[in-house]
């Protein structure tokens, strides 16, 4: 059965960082593509990042370049999500999913992953 955990969220002030963790079971990870979905009140989902684990190769939407960075660790079945400069913006629900196959790229919509977490607050107040 396959399981995705996130955690790491909390409360920060504008500019701190946090990391976000997304542990896997049910599968080891190898050639597949993961993504970071956040989801604010009011508002729909939105994918901000991926990243394919066949190669390492990561997407970012607009609003997290450079300020969010994608890493995997295969031994551990996980997937990060480093979140720097943290902006009131950046104030939602996270979720992490994934998808098996190889398309990976911040396009993607929510019907495209098979499996997701069950989500990680941010908070960015001052």
């Known amino acids: 059965q396959v399981q995705l955990v996130e955690s790491g969220g909390g409360s920060v002030q504008p500019g701190g960082s946090l990391r976000l963790s997304c542990r896997v079971s049910?599968?080891?990870?190898?050639?597949?593509?993961f993504g970071w979905f956040r989801q604010a009140p009011g508002k729909e989902r939105e994918l901000v990042a991926t990243?394919?684990?066949?190669?390492?190769?990561?997407d970012y939407v607009d609003s997290v370049q450079g300020r969010f960075t994608l890493s995997q660790d295969n031994s551990k079945n996980t997937v990060y999500m480093q979140m720097n400069t943290l902006k009131l913006e950046d104030t939602a629900m996270y979720f992490c999913?994934?998808?098996?196959?190889?398309?990976?790229?911040?396009?993607?919509?929510?019907?495209?992953?098979?499996?997701w977490g069950q989500g990680t607050q941010v908070t960015v107040s001052s």
């Open positions: 049910g599968f080891s990870m190898s050639r597949d593509c």
């Open positions: 990243i394919y684990t066949g190669d390492g190769v990561t």
């Open positions: 999913a994934v998808k098996f196959t190889r398309t990976c790229t911040v396009l993607l919509g929510p019907a495209a992953f098979n499996a």
